[in-house]
């Protein structure tokens, strides 16, 4: 490591994550460990053995491109595809051995001529879609065309059945009950063609809220890494732990005087005599933009940790923060805590989704390949 700009990946907090998560299901109720998008952000590869350490029994993922770092490493859990699948997608989830989610006769009749080429047996996950509107099919008249095209197909097995809550993570659970309850009638005409495969419907929020939806298997993503998926999940029936921390080394202290500006397009004009540290971290990096002169980081030194807004825009590559009442000594080379704990200091992925009016995950995700990982 050359810069030291670093991400410290928590994997004991993962992993106390998914067995608080655990203990709060229905026995029996499996866990899927969302993996997509190289583990929102902290390591597919890594995350993905810590989770099996803790229990999971299923990693998914979104693109079945996904799943190739997991198998040349050797991850030897289940893995399903969440997200729709191309034709090129689903021969590679064949190749693979993955369980692709799939809603259309074609899709079926594709997979099995792969299948038989490759002398496989394929599983796959029937998508049912009750109020999300994005992908799964939408009525019973699907669902038979479906179902009469599986009977055609010796080469798949239907692994399992389920939807995704829109508003699992609302104040109101009203939205969900809904999906739920329309979701248990396709679940229930399934059943009665004799088909029995796995039942899942419970994301992060539902996991956590709505564990008696929980069925055979829940999908646990976000809150795998520490987080609620909003403000109404309800905080004290499962304790999460922050998996991600991030540093960036400060590379240049000065002092300016009142009345000098800071930064491009001199947002900030000092009223009063400043020490600014220069900070080697920036929207290059993921770091956003819109903390500019809003944010803040945390220095520590001898006689504690202290809060540091962020003085004029985000660069490129480097930010500047504002250490005129750092008490004890601070000097080139420290670290300053971006995202993490320092003392009783603490800046977390809310904090910071708060200010750019998103959301965590994307705080999470936006922390680019320019930051290395450590485990």
Same mark, same amino acid.
């Given at each position: 490591?050359?810069?030291?700009?670093?991400?410290?990946?928590?994997?004991?907090?993962?992993?106390?994550?998914?067995?608080?998560?655990?203990?709060?299901?229905?026995?029996?109720? %499996?866990?899927?460990?969302?993996?997509?998008?190289?583990?929102?952000?902290?390591?597919?590869?890594?995350?993905?053995?810590?989770?099996q350490?803790?229990?999971?029994?299923? +990693?998914?993922?979104?693109?079945?491109?996904?799943?190739?770092?997991?198998?040349? &490493?050797?991850?030897?859990?289940?893995?399903?595809?969440? =997200?729709?699948?191309?034709?090129?997608?689903?021969?590679?989830?064949?190749?693979?051995?993955?369980?692709?989610?799939?809603?259309?006769?074609?899709?079926?009749?594709? +997979?099995?001529?792969?299948a038989?080429k490759?002398?496989?047996?394929?599983?796959?996950?029937?998508k049912?879609?009750?109020?999300?509107?994005?992908?799964?099919?939408?009525s019973m008249?699907?669902?038979?065309?479906?179902?009469?095209?599986?009977?055609?197909?010796?080469?798949?097995?239907?692994?399992?059945?389920?939807?995704?809550?829109?508003?699992?993570?609302?104040?109101?659970?009203?939205?969900a009950? =809904?999906?739920?309850?329309?979701?248990?009638?396709?679940?229930?005409?399934?059943?009665?063609?004799?088909?029995?495969?796995?039942?899942?419907?419970d &994301?992060?929020?539902?996991?956590?809220?709505?564990?008696?939806? =929980?069925?055979?298997?829940?999908?646990?993503?976000?809150?795998?890494?520490?987080?609620?998926?909003?403000?109404?999940?309800?905080?004290?029936?499962?304790?999460?732990?922050?998996?991600?921390?991030?540093?960036?080394?400060?590379?240049?202290?000065?002092?300016?005087?009142?009345?000098?500006?800071?930064?491009?397009?001199?947002?900030?004009?000092?009223?009063?005599?400043?020490?600014v540290?220069?900070?080697?971290?920036?929207?290059?990096?993921?770091?956003?933009?819109?903390l500019? &002169? %809003?944010?803040?980081?945390?220095?520590?030194?001898e006689?504690?940790?202290?809060?540091?807004?962020i003085?004029?825009?985000?660069?490129?590559?480097?930010?500047?923060?504002?250490?005129?009442?750092v008490?004890?000594?601070?000097?080139?080379?420290?670290?300053?805590?971006?995202?993490?704990?320092?003392?009783?200091?603490?800046?977390?992925a809310?904090?910071?989704?708060? +200010?750019?009016g998103?959301?965590?995950?994307?705080?999470?995700?936006?922390?680019?390949?320019?930051?290395?990982?450590?485990?």
């Amino acid at each position: 490591m050359y810069r030291k700009t670093y991400a410290r990946i928590r994997l004991e907090n993962l992993e106390k994550n998914i067995k608080n998560a655990i203990k709060h299901l229905p026995e029996g109720c %499996k866990v899927a460990a969302v993996v997509k998008a190289d583990a929102y952000g902290h390591g597919a590869v890594m995350c993905a053995r810590a989770a099996q350490r803790a229990g999971a029994e299923m +990693l998914a993922v979104a693109l079945a491109e996904e799943a190739i770092p997991l198998r040349e &490493n050797g991850t030897s859990l289940p893995v399903m595809i969440i =997200g729709r699948s191309n034709a090129v997608q689903l021969k590679l989830a064949v190749q693979l051995g993955l369980e692709p989610c799939i809603f259309t006769p074609a899709e079926l009749r594709l +997979l099995q001529k792969e299948a038989r080429k490759a002398d496989k047996m394929v599983r796959v996950h029937l998508k049912i879609d009750t109020g999300m509107s994005r992908i799964g099919l939408r009525s019973m008249e699907e669902l038979d065309c479906f179902l009469d095209t599986l009977r055609s197909c010796d080469r798949i097995l239907l692994n399992g059945v389920f939807t995704h809550f829109a508003n699992s993570d609302a104040q109101s659970k009203e939205h969900a009950s =809904g999906q739920h309850d329309l979701f248990m009638r396709y679940v229930k005409r399934i059943h009665d063609c004799g088909f029995a495969p796995m039942v899942h419907a419970d &994301n992060s929020a539902g996991t956590i809220d709505l564990p008696q939806f =929980g069925h055979d298997m829940v999908r646990y993503g976000i809150s795998m890494y520490g987080y609620y998926a909003s403000p109404y999940v309800c905080k004290e029936k499962v304790e999460l732990l922050p998996v991600m921390e991030v540093f960036a080394e400060i590379s240049h202290i000065k002092t300016v005087p009142k009345g000098t500006c800071i930064g491009y397009g001199s947002t900030f004009t000092t009223a009063r005599e400043t020490r600014v540290a220069t900070v080697q971290i920036g929207y290059g990096d993921g770091y956003n933009r819109l903390l500019s &002169n %809003k944010g803040r980081m945390i220095v520590k030194t001898e006689k504690g940790a202290y809060y540091a807004p962020i003085l004029g825009r985000v660069c490129m590559d480097q930010t500047m923060i504002d250490v005129t009442d750092v008490e004890g000594r601070l000097s080139v080379g420290d670290e300053a805590v971006v995202l993490g704990t320092a003392g009783d200091k603490k800046i977390d992925a809310d904090e910071i989704a708060g +200010l750019c009016g998103t959301i965590s995950y994307e705080v999470l995700l936006g922390f680019n390949g320019r930051i290395p990982r450590v485990y």
